[in-house]
């Protein structure tokens, strides 16, 4: 069978342009010889779209030097592109610059025969097979090859000047356009929420296009995609213009443990055409991986989603349903996965969810434990640690990953003579079977007491710092970071006289100071009252998270100096004791002094029926304002 091939003579080379014509006529079936010209300021844009795929391997760094080389190799002028036919192609292995492939012998020979012959260099380019063909063409003309053969029949183009950049300089005309290309240039898939393309870009409450591409710089550099987070490389949010607006892109890849890799070429084998033009799963593996998107890499399902598995289900006869409890569809997903020797697998990317809680969910915990309260997963580097907590109305029951569990255990435990943290009352620590059963504490977190009227008195609020004050001793006495307080981690109680005592909690993540270089430091750790992203001092956060509380009154300020304490300063626990040990003795009642503005906003809290009323005054002058 006969193939089509191109060939490019580059600006710089065109003294050979033709005796290159005569070659290839003597050699070919001609059909076109057409002189193209680039706009010289986006000269290197066209570079990148039409070298994407042969220096994909390349940074963007590496990419960037490689291009602006090959403009001064190559020219930057009016170019020839050569079309012609092979009625008997042969094809063998040769060594190329991308290794040893497969390629058109008799095509590959000539271009490197012509290569010589200028003095050697790439001041010619040629197609070695099909795919590369179609590639060219659709770049630099924007026709594939049958496109190009319904258009010319066999003619072709002889002497004419085509004055247009590749596809995708400066945009895309429309949606179209840019799938016309991935069409005939990568292979990919659109993995969900496709129903509303090619007539609208976004699906409400879903927003991005999330694509399953062969490779990630070919998809980058192809489409001149901008990345939308440019300091996190583990980002995959890029943007692509399309009728001069930018439109989101998610490009999940080959290789990026979003999927099994081996599940994801399947995928990408597998596509069928929506709307004629868009490549997207068939119908099984969008089922199962829509199922494992919305239970994997989800919090919660969303509706559509529980709406759309069922309609898929009973096409493909599997028994899903929306009111099945986890191990149901556990089991439902499970069968899948292992039948295809699939695996579960944690993406590069950070801030895919890998829901944990999911994998590990077991209903006997319910019956053995209580009433689960609370979940939550932490996420360091492709490692996921997971807790759950349970309340069986006499004691907490909390259950999770290995390292949370018995770092819970172990600082519990070495605190249990202090009063100031709950005690246990039991524990098993068993290889993924552990779990602490303590007492359950009375009272409310402080994010919750602090809309307690009984709080809002200067009496308390002193309370509270001494005691926090207290609490920070102890830790440093111990050796201990914390490394997330917050109101969540603290437990309030109101004693009869409406005096508060503080009680602490969660010590999953906390640290010796002595071990705490090599601790781990998972994504998020100490949410927003810590000091930096891997950096802790837990009486940063102490009077970070008091100056929050206390933002209305005109002491925050001197709360959050006094605790103003950087990391490096526990290097020398026992001296920063000493430093901070003044604070509670002498200098609290200093730091909170009351002028008449705070005084009003204590009665203002105390009275909720006037706090409202403020809050809706509040309100209509801002509208007003506005």
Wanted: aromatic share 14%.
């Amino acid at each position: 069978m006969s193939e089509l091939h191109t060939m490019i003579v580059w600006s710089n080379a065109s003294q050979a342009k033709e005796s290159i014509e005569k070659q290839l006529s003597n050699s070919f079936k001609l059909l076109s010889v057409i002189e193209i010209e680039w706009d010289k300021e986006y000269f290197n844009d066209n570079l990148k779209i039409f070298y994407a795929h042969s220096q994909k391997h390349l940074d963007v760094a590496n990419f960037d030097i490689l291009l602006k080389n090959k403009v001064k190799h190559c020219g930057d002028e009016i170019f020839t592109l050569f079309v012609y036919e092979d009625f008997s192609p042969i094809y063998d292995f040769r060594i190329t610059s991308s290794g040893n492939r497969k390629v058109n012998t008799k095509v590959f020979d000539l271009k490197d025969s012509l290569r010589k012959s200028i003095g050697g260099g790439h001041k010619i380019h040629a197609s070695d097979n099909l795919f590369e063909s179609n590639k060219d063409l659709t770049l630099l003309l924007g026709l594939n090859i049958q496109d190009y053969l319904k258009k010319y029949s066999s003619d072709g183009m002889r002497n004419q000047l085509h004055n247009q950049n590749c596809l995708g300089v400066n945009g895309y005309k429309n949606i179209d356009e840019l799938f016309y290309v991935l069409n005939n240039s990568i292979n990919y898939c659109v993995l969900r929420n496709y129903e509303c393309l090619p007539e609208e870009y976004t699906v409400d409450g879903h927003g991005d296009i999330d694509l399953l591409v062969e490779d990630f710089n070919y998809m980058k550099y192809l489409t001149l995609a901008k990345s939308c987070f440019p300091d996190k490389e583990y980002r995959v949010h890029y943007g692509i213009e399309i009728a001069n607006t930018i439109v989101p892109f998610d490009f999940r890849f080959v290789g990026d443990q979003y999927y099994d890799i081996k599940w994801q070429r399947d995928i990408l084998n597998e596509t069928i055409y929506f709307n004629s033009i868009i490549k997207v799963p068939d119908l099984k593996n969008y089922f199962y991986s829509l199922l494992y998107h919305a239970y994997i890499q989800k919090k919660g399902v969303k509706d559509d989603y529980i709406e759309r598995l069922e309609n898929m289900s009973k096409e493909l006869n599997v028994d899903y349903r929306s009111n099945y409890a986890f191990d149901e569809i556990k089991t439902v997903l499970n069968s899948f996965m292992n039948t295809k020797t699939y695996s579960y697998t944690v993406p590069i990317d950070k801030t895919v969810y890998f829901n944990q809680l999911f994998l590990k969910y077991e209903s006997n915990r319910l019956s053995k434990f209580g009433k689960l309260i609370a979940s939550r997963q932490a996420r360091f580097e492709n490692d996921i640690f997971f807790t759950e907590v349970y309340d069986n109305g006499k004691f907490i029951t909390k259950y999770g990953s290995d390292l949370i569990i018995k770092n819970e255990f172990y600082f519990l435990d070495l605190l249990k003579e202090t009063e100031f943290v709950p005690k246990i009352n039991n524990h098993v620590l068993e290889l993924n079977n552990c779990y602490v059963v303590i007492e359950k504490l009375k009272g409310k977190t402080l994010d919750l007491a602090t809309q307690d009227r009984r709080f809002w008195n200067k009496k308390n609020i002193i309370s509270l710092m001494k005691q926090l004050v207290y609490f920070n001793e102890v830790l440093l006495k111990n050796e201990i970071m914390h490394r997330d307080i917050k109101p969540e981690n603290l437990m309030v109680y109101f004693d009869k006289q409406h005096a508060i005592h503080l009680k602490l909690f969660d010590f999953g993540w906390a640290v010796k100071l002595s071990e705490s270089k090599k601790a781990i430091n998972p994504l998020g750790l100490g949410e927003q009252f810590k000091y930096k992203e891997g950096q802790y001092s837990d009486l940063f956060s102490t009077g970070k998270m008091l100056a929050n509380i206390f933002n209305r009154f005109q002491f925050k300020d001197a709360i959050f100096n006094e605790f103003n304490i950087k990391p490096s300063a526990y290097k020398e626990p026992q001296s920063l004791k000493q430093k901070i040990k003044p604070i509670k003795d002498v200098r609290i009642d200093e730091i909170i002094q009351f002028n008449v503005k705070d005084y009003l906003m204590l009665f203002i809290f105390r009275n909720p029926s006037i706090h409202n009323f403020v809050l809706l005054i509040k309100k209509c002058l801002k509208s007003l304002i506005n």
